[in-house]
């Protein structure tokens, strides 16, 4: 059964059309809904992102309300979205008007490390003093590793492989790329754009000991409006190769003034390439090669996933699919059921260590730091050929070409995470 969805703030056009294909059914309630909330953003330079999450979380949430008994006993959820415009302050209101309409989990990450980091904090304090009022923050996008390490939470999961995690991945796969000889590091000015020059330059030193790094820069997130000086820069020191934790608008634009400047330059990027806009960034440049980490390879993926693919891009803000953002909504079900109870202290009980044979294969949800672990594929956008890239995206005859695959179980990576637990947990 389609989710229920509140909008606890003005959307943008696009989301608002989005929202119409996930209209309620009028049914009988079997009983209490299970309030659940959206926090991302919904409006901005960067909005396409956010209701790009948005998409896919209602995928999730439908087809856990269309199961026979629901979530629970009948219960379903009931979503209500908010726009937290890209900013901590309004994601911290956005999380207590959650939790005061009853949310018991709330779904984010697409607006950066420091922006769920925040209201992690806020979550846990709150916890702490309302038990009768607790809430879980479910992650699906922010990936600094300092969210199940040294600023880890009892109260928060997950569900995106972390900066490390993809770092890893990507280091296995320039091992096997000769090619890459000079890398400069551009990258976002804040936490992640920063961990992800540094691991970037830590992990593929020790996977590639000839590599040379050429230099970093690191730019406003969301403000540059001509790449141009920054490429330039790059270029000047004859990099083969840019290291790059850009996403969003700040990554396509970047893009552009590279082709724009016939810089046939190859991006080291985690999953923001992933992101609406990025694959038609790159067929109107027609040089570079824009390499990404992610759960899967977006139109080369096994039965089930190329359905949902195919359901999420009917929808009006969903040329990509995330299928993590689905898990999310599939893990906290499964929880549920396993606790018998919708009370946030018993769910987050039921989901550590949870094991999952899923769509993506074999996950599991790490006790000890509340971090998921599952498969890291590298890809390339580069044009349909029928063969390795069968999907076009954002409208183009460019998709995703399969580069390698690292298993979960080889990137159980180590943690300093040192938990404080409730009472009884």
């Not at 038609?280 to 089930?304: F, H």
């Not at 499964?334 to 550590?352: C, F, M, V, Y």
Request: glycine share 8%; net charge positive; proline share 5%.
């Amino acid at each position: 059964m389609p989710a229920v969805i509140r909008f606890a703030r003005p959307l943008s056009a696009l989301a608002c059309a989005g929202a119409l294909l996930f209209a309620p059914l009028a049914h009988a309630a079997d009983s209490a809904p299970i309030k659940v909330a959206f926090i991302d953003q919904l409006s901005g330079p960067l909005s396409n992102v956010g209701e790009q999450f948005l998409a896919n979380l209602k995928l999730g949430i439908d087809d856990a309300n269309a199961q026979p008994q629901g979530v629970l006993n009948g219960a379903r959820y009931e979503l209500s979205t908010y726009d937290n415009k890209l900013s901590a302050q309004d994601s911290l209101s956005a999380l207590q008007s959650a939790i005061d309409a009853g949310a018991k989990i709330v779904f984010t990450g697409g607006s950066g490390s420091s922006v769920v980091a925040a209201m992690v904090d806020a979550a846990t304090k709150h916890n702490e003093r309302n038990p009768t009022k607790r809430v879980l923050i479910i992650n699906y996008a922010s990936i600094d590793p300092d969210l199940t390490g040294a600023h880890c939470s009892f109260w928060h999961f997950a569900t995106e492989a972390n900066t490390a995690m993809k770092m890893r991945a990507l280091a296995n796969f320039v091992k096997t790329q000769p090619d890459i000889r000079k890398v400069y590091s551009l990258n976002q000015d804040y936490a992640h754009g920063r961990l992800w020059a540094s691991l970037g330059k830590q992990m593929i030193s020790a996977a590639r000991p000839d590599v040379q790094f050429t230099g970093a820069t690191l730019h406003p997130i969301g403000k540059v409006k001509d790449f141009a000086p920054y490429v330039s820069k790059a270029k000047a020191t004859g990099a083969d190769t840019l290291l790059t934790g850009n996403w969003g608008q700040d990554l396509n634009l970047l893009i552009k003034a590279a082709g724009d400047m016939s810089y046939d330059v190859r991006y080291l990027n985690h999953s923001g390439a992933g992101a609406p806009g990025t694959v038609l960034a790159v067929s109107q440049a027609k040089i570079g090669k824009v390499t990404w980490v992610a759960e899967w390879t977006p139109g080369n993926g096994n039965a089930q996933l190329m359905q949902m693919d195919a359901r999420v891009r009917q929808t009006p803000a969903g040329e990509h699919f995330a299928p993590r953002t689905v898990l999310s909504v599939e893990l906290v079900t499964d929880a549920i059921r396993k606790a018998n109870s919708t009370d946030p202290l018993k769910i987050a009980l039921a989901l550590e260590g949870m094991q999952k044979q899923s769509f993506l294969g074999d996950v599991t949800m790490r006790k000890v730091d509340h971090q998921l672990l599952l498969p890291q594929v590298v890809s390339t956008i580069a044009p349909v050929d029928g063969k390795t890239v069968k999907v076009g995206y954002d409208g183009t005859q460019w998709g995703h070409k399969t580069e390698s695959t690292t298993p979960a179980k080889d990137l159980d990576l180590p943690t300093t995470c040192k938990m404080k637990r409730p009472a009884g947990a």
